[in-house]
């Protein structure tokens, strides 16, 4: 089982690098729900080859879900939904996790303010970070998870990665 994921970032930072927020399973890190990760080195060349760095936070880790965990997608509608608190975040048993999408989310905007972070990448078809897609009444659907919604209402600037990319 992970450990909730720091807000501080402890690697080493360019004083003239735009930080930027980067779903961690894209560079790397096996925290999705299966335990893997979804590392997409294209993205890695170009956030160096502009100048940024990537601080990365995995929402659903941060809100207290171990790796592995089941997998969750958005009650019906949509992630406005649920930040709003007419709808809930369920795994496939069931199970609410609500409180633990919503606290990841709530941690990402966190970070961002922490480190000045006005842009975020993030992985496509999550239930947190899905910018354009995400999973909600056990289907993909378009619209945006947990994450990426309260970011964007916070002026965060979204930006949805599939990964895996070489």
């Excluded at 809100?63 to 709808?87: F, K, M, N, Y």
């Excluded at 409180?99 to 006005?118: M, P, S, T, W, Y």
């Amino acid at each position: 089982m992970s450990v909730r994921a720091p807000l501080l970032y402890d690697g080493v930072m360019d004083a003239k690098a735009e930080p930027v927020l980067v779903s961690a399973c894209l560079l790397g890190r096996e925290c999705r729900y299966d335990g893997r990760h979804n590392r997409d080195s294209a993205l890695e060349r170009d956030l160096a080859a502009r100048g940024m760095t990537a601080i990365p936070f995995c929402p659903e880790e941060h809100g207290g879900l171990g790796t592995p965990r089941p997998a969750a997608w958005i009650e019906t509608s949509g992630a406005a939904a649920v930040l709003d608190g007419r709808e809930r975040v369920l795994t496939d048993a069931g199970a609410d996790v609500t409180k633990q999408f919503v606290d990841g989310a709530n941690g990402a905007l966190e970070a961002c303010k922490l480190h000045g972070i006005r842009r975020a990448f993030l992985k496509e078809r999550s239930p947190s970070c899905g910018v354009c897609n995400t999973h909600a009444g056990g289907k993909l659907v378009a619209g945006p998870g947990v994450t990426a919604e309260l970011l964007a209402r916070n002026g965060v600037r979204v930006e949805g990665v599939e990964g895996r990319r070489e």
